[in-house]
């Protein structure tokens, strides 16, 4: 991390925020003590497209899910929850 005055800043800031931008952390110094930091901008996360799985994914119907689970699955479920 690079550190620069105030009057450092303000005269080379293009090249403070190109660094900044490259990926370098910058700290600003007034009278010696941290006073801000140029970091670089977190890349935006992609948007949500909905519809991207249309036709490739399958679930069942209503029915289905809400149906009682069999005898054998609950019996697992039961002791796999006891100490």
Known sequence: MRTVNVH???THFSRLIDAAHAGETILVA????PWARLV?????QARRQ???LRGRLHLPGPQELMAPLP???LQAI???LLP
Do not use: I, N, Y
């Open 30 to 33: 007034k009278g010696g003590r």
């Open 50 to 52: 909905p519809g991207v």
């Open 71 to 73: 005898e054998e699955e």
């Open 8 to 10: 450092e800043a303000k």
């Open 78 to 80: 039961e002791t796999s």
């Open 40 to 44: 670089p901008l977190e890349e935006p």
